[in-house]
Structure formats: structure tokens, C-alpha cells
């Protein structure tokens, strides 16, 4: 069970970095929600390994707490930077407002990109870990579609 739920983490935040990959092809890219999807990839990662390690996660887009409860699991997620991470929080739902909306330029959310990146890179390293086969994921995509 933990793992289906951990999978469907995976796949959601995967879904959102395809979003932020397809987008950054535009001309003149939603920079605004191109930042949203990077903070819910990262968001997502991180709570897809909270799923696996048995940690449950109240509802919060703080990045900051969900990535000390990662830390109090495994020390290692300090090799990631907390600074990036922190940052990408504002992104959650402050942008999504006229009144706190902000434009970022395409360099930005590339970086923004980059650190979602890096965290899916390390995330998916530690389920791995943990025994979560990511071929997993193509079969309860058959499973869920009857093929």
C-alpha cells in the first residue's frame, strides 16, 4: 500500500516537471506557473519518500517542513540544498495571487527547474534504496489501464 501511494507521489511529481520541461519551450514562457510546478514536483518527491519511510505528512506546501521530516528519517537529505528548496515554497501559493505575483525570468525558473531536478535525481535514489522498484510504476500503470 505504502508503495502504491509512494508510486502515485512519483508519478504526479514527474507529471509536473513534464509540464515544466514542455513549457520552457515557449516563447514567452508562464514563468509564474512554470515556478508553481517546480515547487509541487519538489513538494511531491519529497512526500513520496515520507509515504515509503511510513512518515505521515499533515497538509503543507512548506517546503522547509517537509524536508526536516525528511532529514529526521535520513540524515543524507542534508546534502541537499535546503536554501533552494526553502525558496521554491513562496512558489506554492503566494505567486498564484495578483497581489504577490512577481515575474521571474526565463534563467530563473530554469534554476528553479534545475533544483527540481536534482531533488527527483536524489529522491528517486533513496526509494531505490529503501526497495521501491521504479519499474513498479509501469506496472500498476498496466494494472490501472487493464492492459
Known amino acids: 500500500m505504502k508503495e502504491d501511494v509512494a508510486m502515485r507521489w512519483i508519478t504526479k511529481a514527474?507529471?509536473?516537471?513534464k509540464a515544466v520541461k514542455h513549457l520552457l519551450t515557449f516563447e514567452d514562457a508562464p514563468?509564474?506557473?512554470?515556478?508553481?510546478?517546480?515547487?509541487?514536483?519538489?513538494?511531491?518527491?519529497?512526500?513520496?519518500?515520507?509515504?515509503?519511510?511510513g512518515v505521515r505528512v499533515?497538509?503543507?506546501?512548506?517546503?522547509?517542513?517537509i524536508l526536516y521530516l525528511c532529514i529526521e528519517e535520513d540524515k543524507d537529505f542534508k546534502e541537499l540544498d535546503n536554501e533552494e528548496i526553502s525558496n521554491l515554497t513562496f512558489y506554492a501559493v503566494e505567486i498564484r495571487y495578483p497581489e504577490e505575483y512577481i515575474e521571474l525570468t526565463i534563467g530563473e525558473v530554469e534554476e528553479l527547474y534545475e533544483t527540481a531536478r536534482k531533488v527527483r535525481e536524489f529522491v528517486i535514489k533513496k526509494?531505490?534504496?529503501?526497495?521501491?522498484?521504479?519499474?513498479?510504476?509501469?506496472e500498476l500503470k498496466v494494472k490501472k489501464h487493464g492492459s
Open 127 to 138: 526509494l531505490e534504496e529503501k526497495g521501491l522498484r521504479l519499474q513498479r510504476l509501469e
Open 14 to 17: 514527474g507529471n509536473d516537471l
Open 31 to 53: 514563468t509564474d506557473v512554470i515556478s508553481f510546478h517546480c515547487q509541487q514536483s519538489v513538494e511531491k518527491y519529497l512526500k513520496a519518500y515520507l509515504t515509503l519511510a
Open 58 to 65: 499533515k497538509r503543507t506546501h512548506d517546503l522547509d517542513t
